[in-house]
């Protein structure tokens, strides 16, 4: 159950677009379309954005997006706003009812 | 609204134990997979433990194996953590979460989290 690979700071300016990679194994992302994403502001407890690879909950502006290829997944956020600024957390099933987290990426808006 | 509120966290010596308890409400608790998940001072998020929505199926990070169990008692929407043999590695806030599906796959909701301290 080793934590999934996430580039540990990613950085962009107001309306740009920036990619969160996720990179796990074929037991884990590779393995299954229940990737998710999340996003936590400083003292808050995490938030939904993205679940099963590309969906997005209710209320999640649609500058979110996932995707997967092999055993990476990402998250790209476009249109960046001062708001987004956040840590970001992928999230996977890992077969025989485990699941594990990626190490977390901060990403911060120039 | 889903509302998850956790309780039982505190100071504990190393090798004592601690059960958190988790009340859920706004939403019927018997069919949804539930989950722990803590957060180290500064660190990142951890998946401890999940329980489908019988509880016929659970499992632990490799970390807490064979030291934490978790059940839920359907009738009284709740959800327990029991923590035995804490190490001080185990200090983080432990959150209660709610699972989009009854079997278990998506995190959908979080509670505000109860604190673990392990220390002499």
């Known amino acids: 159950q080793s934590a999934l690979t996430q580039p540990r700071s990613v950085s962009a300016s107001p309306g740009q677009s920036v990619t969160i990679s996720c990179t796990g194994t074929?037991?884990?992302?590779?393995?299954?379309?229940?990737v998710s994403w999340y996003q936590q502001h400083p003292g808050k407890a995490p938030k939904l954005m993205i679940y099963d690879v590309n969906k997005r909950p209710s209320g999640v502006p649609d500058r979110f997006s996932g995707s997967k290829s092999g055993n990476t997944a990402s998250l790209t956020i476009s249109g960046l706003q001062a708001d987004d600024e956040a840590d970001y957390y992928c999230y996977s099933y890992a077969g025989t009812y485990t699941f594990v987290f990626g190490i977390g990426t901060q990403l911060t808006v120039l | 609204e889903v509302h998850l509120l956790e309780s039982g966290g505190g100071l504990i010596q190393p090798g004592g134990s601690l059960r958190l308890s988790c009340a859920a409400s706004g939403f019927s608790f018997d069919e949804y997979a539930m989950h722990w998940v803590r957060q180290a001072p500064g660190k990142g998020l951890e998946w401890v433990s999940g329980i489908s929505l019988n509880g016929g199926s659970e499992d632990y990070a490799d970390s807490v194996r064979g030291r934490f169990t978790i059940s839920r008692d359907n009738a009284k929407s709740s959800l327990y953590l029991r923590m035995n043999s804490l190490r001080p590695e185990d200090t983080a806030l432990y959150y209660c979460t709610k699972d989009i599906s009854g079997s278990g796959s998506v995190i959908e909701y979080w509670g505000q989290g109860t604190l673990v301290t392990v220390s002499s």
């Open positions: 074929s037991s884990d992302v590779g393995g299954y379309n229940f």
